[in-house]
């Protein structure tokens, strides 16, 4: 069973550009929730896909979105990156509950993201 | 709106001694999580507490849950220098399963 991957594992962007990070589910997994976390903070949701649809979005705006995939792997992007949006990505895949899962989060390894 | 805090915010303890991490949270919640995150990692699962009540134990961590209360612990016995890192609780639920993070706790074990 192999766990959860993210690619890249550090990006460096400048203000204004666009960035895509991607992620791969942990096998058997069907829904995939995306995390930004600030230095010294705690992570925030920012979105999920269950099945290739948005299923819950955070309090962020529309230039962060995503995709899923039939695979159920999934890319976060950003479009006209701020100085704000420096912190280290997670993605967590989950098998839903009414999949026969527990909903419980396994995280990748994050992709760590500055913006200069 | 559903919020969650944790104290201490940074705990310092010598090896063998015994403390414990509160997490609280502002409403109902199907389900609390405890993770790990070691400097620069990712976030590993430690526990997930589903019912009032509920007490899990993995070596010298222990969590409980009162959902009455909406309060959840993390208690640590015996610390060793090994279990040095950033906990944090989360709480889940709805359709989503979104969590919502408390602001983690650093928890360094002086020999």
């Known amino acids: 069973e192999t766990g959860v991957t993210q690619s890249p594992t550090h990006l460096i962007k400048t203000r204004g550009q666009q960035v895509t990070l991607r992620c791969s589910s942990q096998?058997?997994?069907?829904?995939v929730s995306w995390y930004q976390q600030a230095l010294g903070q705690g992570p925030q949701f920012i979105f999920q896909y269950y099945r290739e649809e948005e299923n819950g979005r955070g309090n962020f705006p529309p230039r962060f979105s995503g995709l899923q995939f039939p695979n159920y792997s999934s890319e976060l992007n950003v479009n006209a990156l701020e100085l704000d949006d420096s912190a280290l990505y997670l993605c967590a895949s989950s098998l839903a509950v009414w999949s026969g899962g527990t909903d419980t989060q396994y995280f990748g390894p994050g992709t760590r993201l500055t913006v200069l | 709106e559903l919020k969650v805090e944790q104290n201490p915010l940074f705990l310092s303890m010598q090896e063998g001694k015994n403390y414990t991490i509160y997490c609280n949270y502002s409403?109902?919640?199907?389900?609390l999580y405890w993770y790990r995150q070691d400097p620069g990692k990712s976030l590993e699962s430690l526990f997930v507490?589903?019912?009032?009540?509920a007490v899990k134990q993995e070596g010298r961590l222990m969590a409980s849950l009162d959902t009455k209360a909406r309060l959840s612990t993390l208690h640590i016995t015996a610390a060793v220098h090994d279990l040095s890192a950033t906990y944090f609780c989360?709480?889940?639920?709805?359709?989503?399963?979104?969590?919502?993070f408390g602001t983690g706790t650093l928890l360094a074990v002086q020999p």
């Open positions: 096998s058997g997994h069907n829904t």
């Open positions: 507490l589903l019912s009032n009540g």
């Open positions: 989360a709480a889940g639920g709805g359709a989503t399963n979104k969590l919502i």
């Open positions: 409403t109902t919640s199907d389900r």
